[in-house]
């Protein structure tokens, strides 16, 4: 992977978007900050945050398997399919969650406890995701993309902020209330991918730089301003520029219908996950 991918990897609730345009930067004489653009799985984000689950835990006579149903019914096709195809990592993630409310621990702070559980498990499958059939990983793509769409139409600073700063910057503020379940259709595909890349593993070489590359070709024949390049360069929360260069630079890497574009890919949300 490119020196400057790694650079630019962000460990945070979130997956790490790597700066793929660097040596596009460079040739145009721009300077190459780092992208932290923040675009991963933080699923456990919304989850304590509901008005209909507030209501439950506030009950102290709550069972734990009450408790428990309650974050299913948050979500109950991520957890159905968590139950089903990770057994394991279920009863993990169940396990923490009710042991954080259990604790008294406040409700931000539940929220933010069951991201870090989520990314665990999230790291957990990185490798598996990477051998994931290309039509997994095209998916959990365009989901991915759906959601930053949707923050763009609804909220542009908001948008800004998630790209930058990733998806636990909005534990326990409004935001997650808003947003956080529109979140879950990341965490089901991320889930599926994983469980396909043991299922039916597909093997893919390693990208080189040309491999990178094309995506910013892809990028610039698409009609990507230098104002877009420039907010990839240095993002900055404040830039109205931020959040579309994102989408675009997703939706170039998504589209190469191309090996180099599978390969590219897999190599990608593989990072995202194991970050």
């Known amino acids: 992977m490119p020196y400057w991918m790694w650079g630019a990897i962000v460990g945070a609730a979130g997956g790490g978007v790597g700066a793929l345009l660097g040596w596009l930067l460079e040739r145009a004489g721009l300077k190459v900050g780092r992208w932290l653009s923040v675009i991963g799985v933080a699923a456990g984000l919304g989850l304590m945050q509901t008005p209909a689950f507030r209501n439950m835990i506030e009950q102290l006579s709550v069972s734990n398997e009450q408790i428990e149903a309650a974050i299913v019914g948050v979500a109950p096709e991520v957890f159905d399919y968590l139950r089903v195809s990770f057994p394991d990592d279920y009863q993990a993630f169940m396990h923490g969650s009710v042991e954080a409310v259990r604790s008294g621990t406040k409700k931000g702070e539940v929220a933010v406890r069951s991201t870090q559980i989520m990314q665990a498990i999230r790291q957990k499958h990185a490798a598996s995701v990477r051998l994931a059939p290309d039509a997994e990983l095209a998916n959990l793509m365009s989901v991915t993309i759906a959601f ?74 698409a009609g990507a301003s230098n104002g877009y390049l420039q907010a990839i360069g240095e993002p900055n929360a404040s830039n109205p520029d931020t959040c579309p260069a994102l989408v675009m630079f997703l939706k170039a890497m998504n589209e190469a219908a191309t090996e180099e574009g599978r390969i590219v890919r897999a190599a990608y949300l593989a990072e995202l996950a194991a970050t």
Do not use: H, K, N
């Open 148 to 221: 930053y769409e949707m923050l763009l139409r609804d909220d542009p600073a908001a948008c800004a902020q998630v790209a930058i700063s990733g998806p636990a910057s909005m534990a326990g503020t409004a935001l997650a209330e808003r947003y956080g379940l529109a979140m879950m259709p990341q965490a089901l595909a991320l889930f599926q991918a994983a469980r396909a890349g043991i299922d039916t593993p597909t093997v893919r070489r390693a990208p080189t730089e040309s491999d990178w590359g094309m995506v910013g070709e892809a990028m610039v024949a």
